[in-house]
């Protein structure tokens, strides 16, 4: 039901944006959030907003490089990341939650991936 994408290989410094839009239903009345998980790691939080686009939060690790947002006529909500580094090298996984946290347990709805890999 979620789609992402605009994943793909891209040099250090570079940038990426990605989108997920859900089929089927709408979403514009929830959070959305941005994971992410690389090889042999946990999944981990990347950023996350209310529905209202008014609420972000962001990782420690991405605040100030990557710039959550959504368009809800458009029922897209959207990752713009900027000077990407190799430690960003990941599966990015978008998800549906009552309400913007960080915590992954709380998303109910999960697309499937998008790989992003940063080469140095």
């Known amino acids: 039901q979620l789609q992402a994408c605009g994943g793909g290989l891209v040099q250090a410094g570079g940038s990426l944006r990605l989108s997920c839009a859900p089929s089927?239903?709408?979403?514009?009345?929830?959070?959305m959030g941005w994971f992410r998980q690389a090889p042999g790691k946990e999944r981990e939080f990347v950023a996350t907003?209310?529905?209202?686009?008014?609420?972000?939060y962001y990782a420690d690790s991405v605040k100030g490089r990557f710039t959550i947002s959504r368009d809800n006529a458009k029922n897209t909500v959207f990752l713009q990341m900027t000077s990407l580094k190799p430690e960003d090298t990941a599966v990015y996984y978008c998800?549906?939650?009552?309400?913007?946290?960080?915590?992954?347990?709380?998303?109910?709805?999960w697309g499937q991936g998008t790989q992003v890999t940063v080469s140095s």
């Open positions: 998800a549906v939650g009552p309400s913007p946290r960080s915590e992954s347990r709380l998303y109910r709805y």
């Open positions: 907003i209310s529905w209202s686009g008014g609420i972000t």
């Open positions: 089927g239903r709408t979403f514009s009345t929830y959070a």
